[in-house]
């Protein structure tokens, strides 16, 4: 199916020009992956005037580790994320995140920032970003700011991000503590899908509990019933148990063509229960 | 027999190296020229609606549009089996996405932005979504005029109605077999609509040059069928089957989907507004999915008697097919099952009913199984909770009802031979029947299925095939036949027939991709019957050169003719184990005489099939007279599965499938069709989930939400078994294999599941989703 839309293709040569684009464009988009620009323009679900593409700026492409804080450069592809070493062994739950993604070939394209500027309540980088409280840098012509990734997601499709604004990373403080992670994702097949749920957990040493889901509700939820019900204890069959029953206070799920709410509650009780019990198998070493 | 050198070895494809360097042409990758135009059609947003009128001014005046064609311009209807679909809708819509005008432009991208700007004024109809509302006393009519179309003698439409074909067997005493019986059971199981998913997708490009010939490039399986309805519906213009030139490049996946004609005749058509100029039409995936055909949903409703034994007495079928909004092809496949929807059965008292129901959503048609598909979900199943019921083992009972060589078809004829128990027998060992396989995981249940299938080619009883045999100076060997290579192996297996009458080995034998203008005629590559029946022509025509090259051989060498034979590109005879004579000495040049003058010349040979001992012609209230199919193909077939009670999530640990084939004329290619016809199956079952809006609009048509399986969702083990009792008419005793090994998917699965977690789930798909709601009801 062919672009019948005409629209005018820019390619950035600093973030400078970028913003300067940007404000003479203002029905511009951002290109990076294009994974979900290239398909909204084709479907007509956006008409741009001028896409302006940031592939070939410096310095937004990098995975750095320095002072126990994580960056991953707007440009960072999933794959890459896959392939870090860095992110592999200090923040293994992006990788666990990561490879669930798409498939392979999306992968070598898609970024996580583009993921979470999408905004899309499918997300895949919501949940696990909630959890390790991951801070967004965007910058504009007027300077740079720093959005906590709880006050990010506004609502489906809807970020923080303002006109004239680029995201420059992500940043994540490295846990202090020995902990474990798990994520999950319900999905109609082994193949590539968009959530139809998310769930994040991490647990460390202290008995500190974080669980986010994602895909159940508007924007990628925190479920501080359940952290404050679990933080301190031990896991438990019953404090499990007890825990599940929260689980439908803290999400909204929909019914839509790829699952119903009913089934979405249920999974979301399986997936963390099962996860609970994986972060601690991690975090006891096995 | 005397031993085979060719038939029934694992030659490697012919098509291999061509499709693996990318040699391969597909339609999309023939260069037109700079004189190509592109259409792009403008659809429908209603499933059903009145035409008021259509405004193309503005399209019209659109960059680079070249002409605006509406519907009323080809007020012509056409047809497979029934003419009731339209070139473009006239004055009404009748299913969501159907073309009603079209614009032609310089680039795709001109047409796509054109087509927008075509206002059409529509008077929005309340649609009929649902067979029960079609079915309804007083019901809209989605074709008032259905008594005038002109439809095969083998169809039973009723008049003012939707119901456009009516399947009536009835054999035996229905009464006296239910009061035979020491229980009756009954039940309904529904099944809905699917779709092919064929990698490549319809594209199609149409050229009317100034003589007046009308080429259509096409990917199809029916190159000559669409020549034939192409010259039918363009007739009023003036163009006949002489003008009418079809040319088919390979085709990257068919299963049905690309049987008859659909898009094509879109193309067709709008050549003829543009002379001299090609024309494009080539679908996006979307229109793939919803107008092209699909497959027919049906709601099944099914009553069987059995004695206490499991014998079984009587059987009523009453299966409501939801057909879409044009029928010419898919109320064949409404009449395939009727036939057959006995199952694989001896059952002596038979009431079907197989009606094609009118509806507001995309048109049905062809899909891999032809209907068997469908009504075996519910059978099979249905059979699994009667013996449960009767407290016999399943594969007990089918064994028992088993059909056999010689026993009576619903229809009245009678079975061919048949390898079926043997394949149960050699399923139920292979799957380790009655040994239940544990788990460590407590959440994993583990359930073991199976399931009978059986399909008979569904086909005009005077479906031919034509295959012309030329030999090249070296003895190579072109092969003129017109079906088509979709990915089965077509072309391999019918080299290796010729390779077996004339020696010539299978790689020098070269199968071509049809050209009306130059391949003799086939009807279409559908109905699993290609092997067979194109097989047995391509026989015929190797047997035609064979006894060209004897002739010529005897005459100009006086060689005792009896005593000839092929082999290694040679002639050879038995009387003198010395002499030879390769082909290539005289297979074109002939063979000179002493007085240097020559004998014979080009040898070419020609073959053809036909059936004559078919008929469709029977008894419209009981379906009993005729011999409408040729044979039929069978089988059995398990899995093991794990399934996660919590997720809902099936793993299939391992699946056997056995066919009796006949005779394998290429092994691997048979076990090629065997996994890859589970694999598709499986994902009919597992997987694929059509939805529509409450307008009839398809919600799904993309592979976002309409999943395929990837190489992660395949089965850890696929066991094929090849059973081989000759087909007396086959082509070296084999018959078709290629439809029937999705066939028994959906209700072995279904049978697994039951056996894991005590769930009966009556409707398709079994999704994880429905697995663990249909669970959660359950217990509540």
């Known amino acids: 199916m062919p672009i019948a839309h005409e629209f005018k293709y820019l390619k950035a040569k600093s973030l400078k020009n970028a913003f300067a684009l940007m404000e003479k464009h203002p029905n511009y988009q951002v290109l990076a992956g294009g994974t979900d620009l290239i398909c909204a323009i084709k479907e007509g679900m956006i008409s741009p005037e001028a896409v302006i593409d940031i592939k070939g700026l410096k310095g937004l492409s990098k995975i750095k580790l320095s002072n126990g804080e994580l960056s991953i450069g707007s440009l960072v592809s999933y794959s890459e994320i896959i392939e870090s070493r860095t992110i592999k062994s200090y923040f293994p739950l992006l990788k666990e995140a990561a490879e669930k993604v798409a498939s392979c070939g999306i992968r070598n394209r898609a970024t996580m920032v583009g993921n979470i500027c999408s905004a899309v309540p499918c997300l895949d980088a919501g949940a696990p970003l ?16 720093l959005i906590p990734i709880k006050e990010w997601f506004v609502g489906p499709r809807k970020t923080s991000l303002k006109a ?33 749920a998310t769930v994040a957990v991490y647990l460390d040493e202290q008995n500190n509990y974080r669980i986010s889901f994602g895909s159940v509700a508007p924007v990628p939820v925190r479920a501080s019933s359940i952290e404050n019900l679990l933080n301190g204890k031990a896991l438990s069959a019953e404090l499990i148990a007890q825990a599940k029953i929260l689980v439908a206070q803290e999400i909204s799920p929909i019914t839509d063509i790829r699952a119903t709410k009913e089934f979405r509650l249920h999974m979301c009780e399986v997936m963390m229960e099962r996860s609970l019990k994986r972060a601690q198998m991690m975090l006891g070493g096995k | 027999m005397s031993k085979l050198k060719y038939i029934g070895k694992p030659t490697v494809r012919v098509d291999g190296k061509a499709k693996v360097t990318g040699a391969a042409t597909f339609v999309e990758d023939i260069d037109f020229g700079p004189n190509l135009l592109y259409a792009a059609v403008v659809e429908s947003p209603y499933a059903y609606a009145k035409i008021n009128s259509i405004d193309t001014s503005a399209a019209e005046q659109a960059e680079d549009v070249v002409k605006v064609v509406v519907g009323k311009e080809f007020p012509y209807r056409f047809g497979l089996y029934m003419h009731d679909r339209y070139i473009f809708a006239q004055d009404y819509v009748r299913f969501m996405g159907e073309q009603v005008a079209a614009v032609i432009a310089r680039t795709p991208e001109a047409a796509k932005r054109a087509a927008k700007l075509v206002k059409v004024d529509y008077t929005e109809l309340t649609p009929i979504l649902k067979v029960e509302d079609a079915l309804c006393d007083h019901p809209n009519l989605v074709h008032p005029e259905l008594k005038s179309y002109e439809h095969v003698p083998w169809f039973f439409p009723q008049d003012d109605s939707n119901i456009a074909h009516f399947r009536k067997i009835r054999h035996g005493d229905l009464d006296k077999g239910f009061e035979e019986a020491d229980q009756v059971f009954e039940d309904v199981y529904y099944v809905p609509r699917y779709a092919h998913c064929a990698i490549e997708i319809h594209g199609a490009v149409g050229k009317f040059d100034h003589s007046g010939r009308l080429t259509v490039w096409t990917s199809s399986q029916s190159p000559h069928t669409q020549r034939h309805l192409f010259a039918e519906a363009l007739k009023p213009l003036g163009i006949t089957h002489n003008d009418v030139r079809v040319i088919t490049p390979y085709v990257g996946g068919g299963f049905g989907g690309k049987a008859g004609v659909t898009m094509e005749i879109i193309a067709a058509a709008l050549a003829t507004k543009v002379q001299g100029h090609p024309v494009k039409v080539l679908w996006s995936r979307e229109q793939e999915f919803y107008n092209t055909y699909q497959r027919q949903g049906v709601v099944a409703k099914m009553r069987i008697g059995v004695k206490n034994d499991g014998t079984m007495t009587a059987i009523e079928q009453l299966l409501y097919w939801d057909a879409g909004a044009y029928v010419e092809y898919g109320a064949n496949v409404v009449n395939a099952a009727g036939l057959s929807a006995t199952g694989p059965y001896r059952i002596p ?41 009767l407290g016999i083992d399943p594969i007990e009972m089918r064994l028992k009802n088993a059909i056999k060589e010689g026993d009576t078809l619903a229809y009245g004829g009678k079975m061919n031979p048949s390898g079926l128990e043997q394949a149960i027998n050699k399923v139920k060992k292979e799957l380790k029947w009655g040994e239940k396989r544990e788990s460590k995981d407590p959440h994993i249940k583990t359930g073991k299925g199976i399931s009978l299938f059986w399909k008979a080619p569904a086909m005009p009883p005077n479906a031919s095939s034509t295959c012309f045999l030329k030999f090249n100076e070296d003895a190579s060997i072109n092969l003129l036949i017109s079906a088509m290579e979709i990915g089965q192996g077509y072309h391999t297996v019918m080299a290796q027939i010729a390779a077996e009458v004339l020696g010539v080995p299978p790689e020098k034998i070269r199968g071509e991709n049809p050209d009306t203008d130059r391949n003799p005629y086939e009807w279409q590559t559908v109905a699993s019957h290609i092997t067979w029946s194109c097989g047995n022509a391509v026989y015929n025509a190797a047997v035609d050169a064979r006894d060209q090259i004897f002739d010529l051989v005897e005459r100009a060498l006086e060689k005792k003719r009896d005593a000839l034979y092929l082999e290694d590109m040679q002639v050879k005879s038995k009387d003198e184990p010395e002499w030879s004579v390769p082909l290539r000495d005289f297979i074109i040049d002939g063979l000179m005489m002493k007085d240097g003058t020559w004998r014979g010349g080009p040898i070419v040979g020609r073959g053809m099939f036909m059936p004559e001992f078919a008929s469709a012609l029977s008894n419209p209230e009981t379906g009993q007279g005729g011999k409408p199919n040729v044979h039929y193909t069978v089988g059995a077939a398990g899995v093991d599965i794990d399934v996660d009670e919590e997720t809902g999530k099936v793993k299939i640990k391992k699946t056997v499938l056995a066919v009796d084939c006949g005779k394998a004329l290429n092994p691997s290619l048979v076990e090629g069709q065997i996994t890859g016809g589970l694999v598709q199956g499986f994902a009919t079952v597992l997987y694929e989930d059509m939805r529509f809006s409450d307008k009839g609009k398809l919600l799904n048509p993309n592979f976002t939400d309409y999943k395929i399986p990837t190489v992660h969702d395949i089965p850890e083990k696929m066991v094929p078994i090849i059973i081989e009792t000759a087909q007396p008419d086959g082509p070296y005793g084999a018959r078709g294999v290629g439809e029937h090994t999705m066939i028994p998917c959906a209700p072995m699965i279904g049978n697994a599941i039951k056996d894991a977690l005590n769930v009966r789930i009556k409707s398709m798909p079994l999704t994880a989703e429905k697995i663990v709601m249909s669970q959660k009801n359950q217990k509540k």
């Open chain 1, 130 to 145: 909630m959890v390790y409280e991951a801070t967004v840098v965007v910058e504009g012509k007027d300077g740079e700011r």
């Open chain 2, 349 to 389: 008292n038979i009431k079907i009913d197989s009606v094609c129901v009118y509806t507001n959503l995309p048109p049905g048609g062809p899909y891999r199984g032809f209907g068997y598909s469908e009504f075996l979900f519910g059978l099979e199943s249905f059979v699994d909770d009667i013996a449960e019921k």
């Open chain 1, 164 to 196: 004239g604004e680029i995201v420059k990373e992500v940043r994540i403080k490295e846990p202090a503590l020995k902990h474990g992670i798990a994520y999950d994702k319900l999905s109609r097949y082994e193949g590539e899908d968009l959530a139809q």
